[in-house]
């Protein structure tokens, strides 16, 4: 019997919404019930993908929205071909900590790059490899750079740059309802992680193997 490909899972937001912590609780949780899970960060998560992570967020020089555009898609297709392909049929759930929407939301909505542009490099890059369910974190802009941190390149912009960011995320979340899931993260972690385990139990319909 063939295997079912992976059910793709990315986790999406601005600066400091939960992102990365609950991929880890996900991620634990998913295991502990049996699944075979893998988490994959966005730009990274390849060789070269860390190096254009490195550039992107820290790197001295200054960057044009489209050439920002064109890097994370680099690391993007990297990403798909070397790591994600590999695992469609070894792993029952990847995580993917941020992906696609990214790109729209960041430098499509946030910095002007022609929106239908970036959808047409997303599919050169990822083809048919779009999520099965996006979770879109949302807080208020204040709130998410305050808890961030890292004081990255991203991060370092200005409110307004973080509010447009997440009022595009909303937009996109808006337009695809079935795939894009928000929930609010002014609440305890643990109060998000139980709001994101209904879901993915209604997704999934959880194996309950503990
Ligand atoms: N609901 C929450 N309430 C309070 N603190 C939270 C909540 N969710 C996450 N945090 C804390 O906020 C900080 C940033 O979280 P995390 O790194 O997971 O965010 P992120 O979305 O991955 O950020 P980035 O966009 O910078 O990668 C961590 O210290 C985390 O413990
Ligand atoms: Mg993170």
Redesign the pocket.
Known sequence: MTKKRAFLLSME??????????CRILSRFLKRQGYKVCIFREPGSSSVGEKIREILLHGKNELTAFCETLLFVAAREQLVTQKLKKNLYTKDVIIL?RYIDATLAYQGYGAGVDVRLIKQLNKAAVGKLVPDLTIL?DVCPKTGIS??G?GDRF?KRNLAFHGKVRNGYLRLAKKDKKRIKVIA?D???EN?EEKIQQIIHNRLGCKNKI
């Open positions: 937001g601005i600066e400091g919404t939960g992102k990365s912590t609950h900590d974190l808890r961030s890292r991060e993260t609440t305890s972690i998000v």
